[in-house]
């Protein structure tokens, strides 16, 4: 049990900041309101974390959100939204009108077209939406305790909160961010172009955007965004790693 007062409407608020990944796995029986996702498979086997992230035990995970959370590929993609609200529209339009097929000016690009929706977390929410799969997962697999994935998802709401004003920003912000994620492995300018710029990004993102938008039960689209959630003091089980 855990040691502070959640209604069930502040559970589920958290379990919303993971949504997209429940789109993403939607085929796979993902649950948007089971606290371990996978409801309907009884053996920690059918998620195997290794391949994937890297993890077999609960260091690995404690160790991944750690690290992710903060510094994860939000920060490790060139992509400067912060910035975007401080330019002039006169310095915006300059900016596109350069022709420049390099992928960092494509990013810029990209940039300037989604930093309306995002807002200036930009894809943080890529990174904050993927660590609460992994700590619903982790409770799956029993790495974790009901209070310790729970102490942890306010730590992630906090930060939610603070890098976006609604549901539909931390949503643009994680689309954008898988957008992104994918262009890594793009192996030339013109597929980096394609993907961002191009009808590529719509064919690919569509079904996702779809399902988060109209599924009945996912937090995100029933419970509002500045619902009142309690403040959690660290249980003695875990170390210091989100403050």
Known sequence: MTDFALTEEQRQWLFGLSSPMVAINVDAEASYLEPAMWPDHKTPEFLALEDSWGISNRDDLLSTVAQMTDDGHATSIPTDYWRWPQQTPSERARARACPDPEPQHLLETFVDRTAVLTGQGGIRAWDLARMGFLLR????????????????????????????QSWDQYLAGFLCGRLLWRTLNCDSADEVAELLLGNA????????????????????????WDLALPDSERPDSLPEMLT
């Open 137 to 164: 997962s982790g409770y799956f697999l029993n790495y974790l305790d009901e209070a310790e994935m729970l102490h942890l998802h306010l730590q992630l709401a906090l930060r939610a909160r603070y890098w976006y």
């Open 201 to 224: 990004a719509q064919e690919w993102l569509e079904p996702l955007f779809r399902e988060l938008n109209t599924a009945f039960t996912n937090p995100a689209n029933s419970l509002p």
